[in-house]
């Protein structure tokens, strides 16, 4: 005698500000690692799960995509205008997920950015859909109107997980609000899978640098924004300089490879240092963050200002030094125990070569301990699926009790 097979209850889960496309791979890695956790945790629940995802499209072909995949592109018009589709596409989900980009939800790239992360949270809300942060860096914010507004925010929230220990204690002390709800956990993007290259038998140890277009250029008001104490440029020449005199093989490697945004875009930078030194290997412009994410893997040692990327060496055990622009880098490594980060506003040019060469000449040192720090990882990213999970029991228990 047969049994028919019984079909999973299915959960419609919104991620909002994720992408399918994105130039920046750091978002991208946000993307695809949130997925893989997110029908984890449907597993753990036993349920099927489809998603919605809310973002901003960019030109180069999707990287992610499926049968039970929904992309909802993002404008200023479509987020702003109330009597827009974009209601109905929310109110659709059974919960919504929203990651801001992984740090966009703050004051540091500007009011025009943050008010669209506003209004998101605020939609989500209205429309009576149990809206959760996924982990991101929280804050800080400018003015009394932008704290006001991104507190009361997230006390209509049902769950906000954050990186790092220093957004949860802004929003525990600086925001003013008891959120019992919050629930310390780590980047959703030390989850991304990667292919594990073959082992550097080639005796020149391969050093990989990030140089950040982002960084190059000032900020996106070109007017050092970020309040670097180093000239960024500088310390890039001279790094690839340094190792190429050792005989390492300098790998040149962008992350967030732009076609419509010259400002942010490594890729260009890239180019022009290996024009002016030769000998350097340009990585590809990466199709995917997995992709650049194997690539990485196969170095002996990174540096760079793309935090994702950092990630991404850290998660597959390279030693690496985090060049901060911002505090989500102390936040993220710090709350895992990785202190290796330097950061470019408070360190002088030869401050920050001289601990990068000996970081590197430390770097069995620093490959056990990102060894150490992945391991971390994984359990706090544990938080996070148990979490869902919980959730989607709640919500499901709430549709049959309706």
């Given at each position: 005698?047969?049994?028919?097979?019984?079909?999973?209850?299915?959960?419609?889960?919104?991620?909002?500000?994720?992408?399918?496309?994105?130039?920046?791979?750091?978002?991208?890695?946000?993307?695809?690692?949130?997925i893989?956790?997110?029908?984890?945790?449907?597993?753990?629940?036993?349920?099927?799960?489809?998603?919605?995802?809310?973002?901003?499209?960019?030109?180069?072909?999707p990287?992610?995509g499926?049968?039970?995949?929904?992309f909802?592109?993002?404008?200023?018009?479509?987020?702003?205008?109330?009597?827009?589709?974009?209601?109905?596409?929310?109110?659709?989900?059974?919960?919504?997920?929203?990651?801001?980009?992984?740090?966009?939800?703050?004051?540091?790239?500007?009011?025009?950015?943050?008010?669209?992360?506003?209004?998101?949270?605020?939609?989500?809300?209205?429309?009576?859909v149990?809206?959760?942060?996924?982990?991101?860096t929280?804050?800080?914010?400018?003015?009394?109107?932008?704290?006001?507004?991104?507190?009361?925010?997230?006390?209509?929230?049902?769950?906000?997980?954050?990186?790092?220990?220093?957004?949860?204690?802004?929003?525990?002390?600086?925001?003013?609000?008891?959120?019992?709800?919050?629930?310390l956990?780590?980047?959703?993007?030390?989850?991304?899978?990667?292919?594990?290259?073959?082992?550097?038998?080639s005796?020149?140890?391969?050093?990989?640098?990030?140089?950040?277009?982002?960084?190059?250029?000032?900020?996106?008001g070109?007017?050092n924004?970020?309040?670097?104490?180093?000239?960024?440029?500088?310390?890039?020449?001279?790094?690839?300089?340094?190792?190429?005199?050792?005989?390492?093989?300098v790998?040149?490697?962008?992350?967030?490879?732009?076609?419509t945004?010259?400002?942010?875009?490594?890729?260009?930078?890239?180019?022009?240092?290996?024009?002016?030194?030769?000998?350097?290997?340009?990585?590809?412009?990466?199709a995917?963050?997995?992709?650049?994410?194997?690539?990485?893997?196969?170095?002996?040692?990174?540096?760079?200002?793309?935090?994702?990327?950092c990630?991404?060496?850290?998660?597959?055990?390279?030693?690496?030094v985090?060049?901060?622009?911002?505090?989500?880098?102390?936040?993220?490594?710090?709350?895992?125990?990785?202190?290796?980060?330097?950061?470019?506003?408070?360190?002088?040019?030869?401050?920050?070569?001289?601990?990068?060469?000996?970081?590197?000449?430390?770097?069995?040192?620093?490959?056990?301990?990102?060894?150490?720090?992945?391991?971390?990882?994984?359990?706090?990213?544990?938080?996070?699926?148990d979490?869902?999970?919980?959730?989607?029991?709640?919500?499901?228990?709430?549709?049959?009790?309706?």
């Amino acid at each position: 005698m047969t049994t028919a097979a019984v079909s999973q209850p299915c959960l419609n889960v919104g991620l909002f500000w994720h992408s399918i496309n994105s130039d920046n791979l750091g978002i991208g890695a946000l993307t695809v690692s949130n997925i893989a956790l997110v029908r984890e945790a449907a597993r753990q629940a036993g349920y099927a799960v489809r998603f919605t995802i809310f973002g901003y499209l960019d030109k180069r072909t999707p990287y992610v995509g499926g049968d039970d995949i929904e992309f909802v592109a993002l404008n200023g018009k479509r987020i702003a205008l109330p009597w827009s589709d974009l209601q109905g596409k929310i109110a659709a989900c059974d919960l919504m997920l929203d990651i801001g980009g992984g740090d966009s939800f703050a004051s540091i790239y500007g009011g025009k950015r943050l008010t669209f992360l506003l209004l998101s949270k605020i939609r989500t809300l209205l429309a009576g859909v149990p809206l959760i942060m996924s982990p991101q860096t929280l804050g800080p914010f400018d003015g009394w109107l932008g704290r006001t507004a991104a507190s009361l925010v997230l006390k209509g929230c049902h769950t906000v997980y954050t990186r790092d220990a220093l957004s949860e204690a802004y929003f525990r002390e600086a925001m003013g609000g008891k959120l019992g709800k919050i629930r310390l956990t780590t980047d959703v993007a030390f989850a991304l899978p990667f292919d594990v290259p073959k082992a550097n038998t080639s005796g020149k140890p391969k050093v990989g640098l990030n140089p950040s277009g982002l960084m190059f250029s000032g900020g996106y008001g070109k007017k050092n924004d970020y309040k670097l104490t180093l000239p960024f440029d500088q310390l890039m020449h001279r790094l690839i300089g340094h190792f190429r005199d050792k005989g390492c093989e300098v790998h040149l490697i962008g992350h967030v490879n732009s076609l419509t945004l010259p400002v942010d875009d490594d890729y260009h930078v890239c180019e022009q240092l290996k024009a002016e030194y030769p000998d350097c290997v340009l990585a590809p412009n990466f199709a995917s963050p997995s992709e650049a994410k194997s690539y990485i893997a196969g170095l002996d040692f990174f540096t760079g200002a793309r935090m994702h990327a950092c990630i991404a060496a850290a998660s597959a055990g390279i030693a690496v030094v985090p060049l901060a622009y911002s505090r989500k880098f102390e936040g993220l490594f710090g709350t895992l125990g990785y202190t290796r980060t330097l950061d470019c506003r408070t360190s002088t040019l030869d401050d920050a070569f001289d601990r990068i060469v000996k970081a590197f000449e430390d770097r069995d040192t620093l490959k056990a301990e990102a060894g150490q720090l992945a391991a971390v990882s994984r359990e706090r990213l544990k938080v996070y699926t148990d979490g869902i999970a919980d959730t989607m029991r709640q919500v499901m228990a709430t549709r049959k009790a309706g």
